[in-house]
């Protein structure tokens, strides 16, 4: 009879298998930004303000481009979640379930080429803008299917405002600086349960057993 270390190595390794499998499939990536604001548009007037930052903007790592023909120009669209962008700036929060990412592989910076990210979700009564530019000197951050990024972006300097949202209910705040870029991959559902097969084995297995003892003779 097998033993339970034994059907555990084996549901391990197809757990692997599956894991292995999964990861050449698409899957929802997640990247969060954060910076700081240098004005605040009210409606009315113009104030400088400092405010910090934070969102995340989710999409689908295999998209596909919407301009396959164009070498200069890969527009991708996303909508419905769980892809789309949050945002908490200024004590509000803020959540919309579409998001959209142009991607212009060789922009030119003087004599540098970066690659800029466009990152923008848009409605009748909002506008979230994002210009995201990666140092291709030091590290690219696109994937091997397209040029969605899929790792952290080595962020450069670029004489543009680089963050710009506007709500209806609160105006509008403009930055010159996006401080970081990082991607938070999630976990699929093959990896939670690998991770599942992990605990149970570790439980059984670890599980102190309780010695036979003949019963006493009477």
């Known amino acids: 009879m ?55 903007f989710t999409f689908d790592s295999d998209g596909l481009d919407l301009f396959p023909a164009d070498p200069e120009l890969d527009r991708y669209e996303f909508s419905g979640l769980p ?9 509000h929060h803020f959540e919309y379930d579409s998001v959209t990412i142009t991607v212009f592989p060789h922009w030119l910076t003087g004599s540098r080429e970066v690659t800029r990210f466009d990152v923008v979700s848009s409605g009748s009564d909002h506008l979230l803008n994002l210009n995201l530019f990666n140092d291709n000197l030091l590290g690219s951050a ?14 450069t300097s670029y004489p ?32 939670m349960l690998f991770l599942g097969f992990l605990v149970l084995c570790g439980v059984r297995v670890g599980k102190p057993r309780i010695p036979f003892r003949n019963p006493p003779r009477q």
């Open 2 to 56: 097998r033993s339970i270390r034994f059907w555990c190595a084996v549901l391990t390794l197809l757990a692997s298998l599956l894991v292995a499998a999964t990861s050449l499939h698409a899957f929802p990536i997640t990247f969060e930004f954060s910076g700081t604001t240098l004005f605040h548009f009210d409606g009315t007037i113009t104030q400088n303000l400092e405010a910090p930052y934070q969102g995340t």
């Open 83 to 91: 892809y789309g962008v949050t945002l908490d700036i200024d004590g």
């Open 142 to 155: 696109t994937g091997d299917q397209n040029t969605l990024p899929v790792r952290d972006l080595f962020l």
């Open 160 to 191: 543009i405002f680089k963050f710009h949202f506007q709500d209806s209910s609160v105006g509008s705040y403009t930055g010159e600086n996006v401080d970081s870029v990082r991607a938070l991959p999630e976990l699929s559902a093959a990896s």
